[in-house]
């Protein structure tokens, strides 16, 4: 069997509902969301804590009911949604295969938006060595099971991470009603905002141990300790807890975009989109935290909507990106900027930002884009924390009078 | 009830002795010390089919390397076992291992496999475009496959089930005993087995329970190797199984495209005195990415979804430790080091004829029933692909581990199975659910719903929560 809509959104998560809901009032006909779970609105569903909502619907509503109003706002916007589908492999340019309970269904589209967001890297991914005993999380898997499946998890649990979502998985073990014996980073201080900190951490007295990594899990059927280490000493220490939640180090879902063939920006592992979130593929859109993971849902929302602008105009015109586009370079102080290169006649980004991760820990430091001769644009940062969205609004492409690189560069603040 | 076998062990060779012995007319049990077949070393292994072409001549293992090769070939074609024959290359990096080359190829040859030849330094790159600088040359030795490890030994006892031997798990030996009518007693915690003939094939306790025989021709030792997986997209990276060519002085590590569509990197060799650690540990998987950078660079720019170590049984003899003890009515099947699952048919197929010189009477049985493991190795249609079988069913169009792309079809049959899975680990090896670069993240909490729906066990009993 095939469907032919006019734009196929692949996951309905925030980017992807949001991008469905912003085609069909502009007046697309056929918006088909699919996606492999069975309720759609992705990972905001099993979040199940406050502050979601704040930049796209402008009020702060818990994961849960931020994802159903999604979902009830695509279906009123007569978006078509089915879930329990999967893609399983390309058929075209944009053309899919999909596995479902009614069968193997080919969908093919005038468009397609990757919108298959991230996760957390889990602990193989890590090369954390040490047995492989039961009570090993993702933050995902955790408010999976606490939130949609209530199962008991453990009792006392060790945190490995300390950005915005280490904080979630503290909510949800005492939530669950674990004791949490402390949250560990290998940096020197924690990649979220005081607030969340103390939210999420500090009224829980959990202690935040900085500049610690975990060197071994032991236990062989259930974890029965962990062991950890002093990144500068090398100084270890075992810890009793037979619960170990990984939390962020994210990675995007790009394993079709990878299959796609389509160009990969290898510092971010996302598929490769200019500032109109237009991948090397015609017709091929992404959109979301497979572009930036991770940055909060409405952040990812508002990347959805973008991209709908984008759709609709190619769909008009079937123009796509130029050839010769305009690369951002960054030294060894940036991990990764997001979108990754500049079309030469676009004059704005996704949510009038370059989305930026740095690599270090930096203290006093400035930030400057670069192109040529000339310097578009600097700020001074007080501090830079790996982790950590650092946005630079997208001004500096009316100060572009070249089509040469932009070069962003990190300097000590003078 | 009186055996008229009892094995003990349910690893891939003891499963497959079961096998063997159940297409004749008799009483067989097979015992296992833990909940599942296949749980131990057997789980934990390169997932090569090995030809036998570098093997010493004149060994057992040599022998039975060889004829298991053949016997396994074709039933894994005949019993749905994932096997594809890619073929292997080993690459010469230094002198030394190129001038090693020639001998290689002889031994083989001698071994019986006559298709091994050496290669040029270009024809290995044409082959294996990926690999890094500094390839001399290299060995073709086309019979090498990958096999699925898991559903090796569960086929095996499927089989052996389906055809009236008994199965008990959870069944370690403690004591052995002769009675005065001449048969066995095994002690296991619960029960006592009495059997006419005994066969060990405990693995790395194999030593352990032939001194309950009053024998000790050989010590196990553990010999921890340490595997790294990479995610399924380095896939395209690698053709071939590419081994290392061993020298006195290193062992080197391989690198292997797996059956469910990874590529596995390792493994480390390290002899210990603890048989349970199963851990992994920093520096051996320092050594191994170190290894693993220099044979194929671009393999370390990939995700690592799992790492894992397994114990191999080696001893202190070089070839298999098979004593046949015809007073005892007693065979001890120790010492099959890493070549087990390569050589289980083979080594079983021996074990009977033994059996069969020592006594024990061998009548075929007309209605020996095959059997058709549900597949889950990348290369052969699954469940997710098939229209035929999702309208059919519905479940199996429903998938529900997504990196995997397990359905919820093929895990309800896998606690309906003959052997039916029982915990986590035991669903993974049926099916690969939560094997995958997520590790659980998208589909944990759903499975173990299931899991707990399944075997009437409760989510505290299953993860070993402590009350």
Request: hydrophobic share 40%; aromatic share 6%; glycine share 8%.
């Amino acid at each position: 069997m095939t469907q032919q809509p006019d734009v196929l959104i692949i996951g309905a998560g925030p980017s992807g509902l949001a991008a469905a809901v912003a085609l069909r009032r502009s007046g697309v006909e056929r918006v088909l969301v699919v996606d492999r779970e069975s309720q759609a609105g992705g990972v905001p569903r099993h979040c199940n804590h406050t502050g979601f909502g704040l930049r796209d619907v402008r009020r702060v509503l818990t994961g849960p009911d931020y994802a159903r109003r999604n979902v009830q706002l695509a279906e009123a916007a007569g978006v078509e949604i089915l879930t329990n589908t999967m893609v399983t492999e390309w058929r075209g340019a944009t053309g899919v295969r999909t596995t479902r309970p009614s069968g193997v269904l080919d969908i093919q589209a005038a468009a397609i938006v990757l919108a298959t967001g991230c996760r957390e890297r889990p602990r193989s991914a890590r090369l954390v060595p040490g047995a492989r005993p039961a009570g090993i999380f993702t933050t995902g898997a955790l408010q999976q099971w606490v939130y949609l499946q209530r199962h008991p998890v453990g009792k006392r649990a060790v945190i490995v991470g300390a950005e915005h979502v280490s904080f979630s998985a503290v909510m949800t073990l005492k939530h669950a009603g674990l004791d949490v014996i402390a949250m560990l980073t290998d940096l020197p201080r924690h990649q979220s905002f005081l607030a969340y900190k103390l939210i999420g951490a500090d009224r829980w007295r959990v202690p935040l141990l900085t500049n610690t990594r975990m060197s071994a899990i032991l236990g062989k059927q259930r974890v029965e300790g962990v062991e950890i280490a002093d990144v500068n000493t090398g100084a270890k220490r075992i810890l009793d807890c037979d619960t170990v939640v990984f939390t962020g180090d994210w990675i995007p879902d790009h394993e079709l975009a990878r299959s796609g063939n389509l160009t990969m920006d290898s510092p971010s592992r996302s598929p490769q989109v200019d500032s109109l979130l237009r991948t090397s593929v015609p017709g091929v859109f992404a959109a979301g935290n497979l572009l930036h993971a991770a940055d909060t849902a409405d952040l990812a929302a508002l990347s959805g909507r973008y991209v709908a602008e984008s759709v609709v105009n190619y769909l008009q015109t079937q123009i796509w990106r130029d050839t010769d586009l305009i690369p951002i370079t960054f030294d060894s102080a940036v991990r990764w900027v997001s979108p990754h290169v500049i079309q030469p006649d676009n004059e704005a980004l996704p949510n009038h930002h370059l989305s930026l991760r740095v690599a270090v820990p930096l203290e006093k430091s400035t930030i400057e884009i670069w192109q040529g001769k000339q310097r578009l644009w600097a700020r001074r940062y007080r501090r830079l924390t790996p982790n950590l969205p650092v946005y630079l609004p997208d001004t500096f492409l009316k100060e572009m009078r070249t089509a040469e690189a932009i070069r962003i560069i990190i300097r000590p603040s003078i | 009830m009186i055996y008229d076998v009892a094995i003990i062990g349910g690893g891939v060779v003891g499963s497959a002795i079961a096998r063997e012995l159940a297409q004749y007319e008799l009483q067989v049990v097979l015992l296992e010390a833990q909940n599942d077949i296949g749980k131990s070393t057997s789980k934990a292994n390169t997932a090569i089919l090995h030809t036998g072409f570098d093997a010493k001549p004149g060994y057992l293992e040599q022998r039975l390397l060889r004829r298991g090769y053949e016997l396994l070939r074709d039933y894994g074609a005949a019993a749905g076992i994932p096997i594809e024959p890619l073929g292997a290359l080993l690459i010469a990096w230094d002198g030394a291992q190129y001038e090693s080359l020639p001998k290689l190829r002889d031994t083989a040859h001698e071994n019986g496999v006559t298709d091994v030849e050496i290669v040029s330094t270009e024809e290995v790159y044409r082959r294996e475009p990926y690999l890094g600088q500094g390839v001399l040359g290299g060995l073709l030795v086309p019979g090498e496959s990958i096999i699925c490890p898991f559903t090796t030994p569960l086929a095996f006892a499927t089989q052996a089930v389906a055809n009236g031997v008994h199965l008990s798990v959870n069944s370690p030996v403690q004591a052995v005993q002769m009675d005065e009518d001449g048969l066995h007693s095994l002690i296991l915690p619960n029960k006592t087995i009495r059997a006419r003939y005994v066969i060990n094939a405990a693995g790395l306790y194999s030593d352990t329970i032939n001194r309950l025989f009053g024998h000790d021709e050989f010590t196990v030792t553990a010999r921890r190797g340490e595997l790294i997986v990479f995610d399924k997209l380095s896939r395209p990276l690698v053709n071939h199984i590419l081994l290392p060519v061993p020298t006195k002085i290193t062992k080197g590590v391989l690198i292997s495209p797996t059956v469910f569509g990874n590529v596995m990197l390792g493994p480390t060799a390290e002899d210990l005195d603890d048989k349970t650690a199963t851990g992994t540990t920093a520096q051996g998987m320092a050594a191994l990415m170190q290894q693993g950078k220099r044979i194929l660079p671009e393999l370390l720019a990939e995700e690592v979804t799992a790492t894992y170590a397994g114990l191999r049984a080696a001893t202190e003899h070089g070839d298999y430790q098979i004593h046949v003890h015809p007073e005892q009515r007693y065979i001890c099947v120790g010492g099959i080091r890493s070549t087990g699952l390569s050589a289980s048919m083979g080594i079983a197929e021996y074990i009977v004829t033994q059996l069969g010189e020592v006594g024990l009477k061998l009548i075929l049985r007309a209605d020996f029933k095959a059997i058709r493991m549900p597949n889950i190795g990348e290369a052969f249609p699954r469940p997710y692909q098939s229209e035929t079988m999702i309208t059919r069913d519905s479940s199996y169009g429903q998938v529900i581990c997504f990196c995997e792309r397990v359905t919820l079809g093929e895990v309800r049959d896998a606690f309906h199975s003959r052997i039916p899975a029982c915990d986590s680990d035991g669903l993974r090896r049926r099916t690969r659910a939560q094997l995958g670069r997520c590790q659980g993240f998208y589909c944990s909490a759903a499975v173990m719903a299931l899991l707990s729906e399944e075997t009437g066990q409760s989510i505290e009993k299953l993860t070993g929560v402590q009350a």
